[in-house]
């Protein structure tokens, strides 16, 4: 794993972006003020549950979507503000690029790998066929493949074969950072720790900045520099890995450790201190503060006091290290005792 060198501009900067889709009635925000640093060579997890804005977020990174409010900058340059022609001579620059789940499932079956993986270079300008060719074959050797699956098409290779394919097509381009959304959900078990270990050696060998969009947290214990977790559209925890997998400083993120898998064969210590009923509320609880502007997470909180009347900003809490909650300092001890005790020491009125 990597760490950004002291004074490093990050190669993407997300500055308090909001996204609305849909118009009128049916408007909904998905994204609110969400800030988001990505650094050359570094491999940070996006996760949070269906809905969280997961994938709404790295659309607009790539210029899918465009930002209510706030800023996207790749390398300093803010591509959010560019227009029309602009934004799309960036794109066809391609350095910033986006790997589905199961890519190649909506493209001509008919088209071969390596016309797969000349789309970008193509997209871009370029004509020459021996460059292409190069530059084609290049990329599939990054990933693992040799030549002999150049004519072949999607359904004659497996599905590690399939997404590594994707993968190289992204790469032929050249990119600086790469967004996968849930790249390994539909492999098997070798193969997908196979592609986990191949991004992790692009990092290395590349310098690429990648993210990787995963429900999977055992995924990304044992290759992820930071996990950074969405709630309804919020980010409530922004960390180093380890110690976000080890003791989490938001209870929703308390809560997604104690319903996953364990994770433990990764390098990552997980003895789950709370077990879901410790971080769930029950009929018992206080009621919690409702409103518009009440912390997104204090419905489902047990812990939320009067100050959740309030959304929470990220704030630092370690280096590297921020996140959104009141009570961050207190409320694992509240799960420890006074939810096993169901007396809180802390009731709602309280200011926290």
């Not at 693992?144 to 590594?164: F, H, K, M, W, Y």
């Not at 997604?256 to 064969?265: D, G, K, T, V």
């Not at 003895?271 to 879901?276: A, G, K, N």
Request: glycine share 10%.
């Amino acid at each position: 794993m990597t760490a950004a060198p002291a004074g490093t501009p990050p190669l993407l900067a997300v500055e308090s972006v909001d996204v609305t889709l849909g118009r009128g009635w049916r408007a909904n925000q998905v994204l609110s003020g969400v800030d988001l640093d990505v650094w050359p060579g570094e491999i940070v997890g996006l996760v949070g549950e269906t809905g969280s804005g997961k994938t709404t977020l790295a659309r607009t990174v790539v210029g899918l979507v465009n930002p209510k409010r706030g800023r996207i900058l790749i390398e300093g340059l803010p591509i959010s503000a560019l227009r029309r022609g602009a934004r799309r001579a960036e794109r066809r620059r391609g350095h910033v690029q986006l790997v589905f789940q199961d890519p190649l499932r909506s493209l001509d079956p008919d088209l071969t790998v390596a016309e797969i993986v000349a789309e970008g270079l193509t997209i871009r300008g370029q004509t020459d066929r021996d460059e292409i060719r190069r530059r084609v074959t290049g990329a599939l050797e990054q990933v693992g493949l040799d030549a002999t699956v150049l004519e072949r098409t999607p359904g004659q290779i497996s599905g590690g074969q399939r997404q590594r394919v994707s993968i190289a097509r992204a790469l032929a381009v050249e990119p600086r950072l790469l967004i996968c959304d849930e790249p390994v959900s539909a492999l098997d078990a070798s193969t997908r720790n196979y592609v986990l270990r191949l991004l992790d050696q692009l990092r290395t060998s590349l310098g690429l900045a990648i993210v990787i969009i995963s429900h999977d947290l055992s995924s990304l214990a044992g290759i992820a520099d930071r996990v950074v977790v969405l709630y309804r559209g919020r980010i409530i925890e922004d960390g180093p890995v380890d110690r976000v997998f080890t003791t989490p400083r938001h209870p929703y993120t308390a809560l997604l450790m104690a319903s996953a898998p364990s994770i433990r064969q990764h390098g990552v210590r997980n003895d789950r201190p709370f077990s879901p009923r410790q971080l769930r509320r029950t009929d018992s609880d206080p009621a919690p503060p409702a409103g518009p502007g009440a912390c997104v997470f204090a419905a489902r909180c047990p812990f939320a006091a009067g100050v959740c009347a309030v959304q929470p900003p990220l704030t630092a809490v370690g280096e590297r290290w921020s996140v959104a909650c009141h009570r961050h300092e207190e409320w694992a001890a509240l799960a420890q005792s006074a939810r096993l005790g169901r007396t809180d020491p802390c009731p709602l009125s309280s200011s926290g």
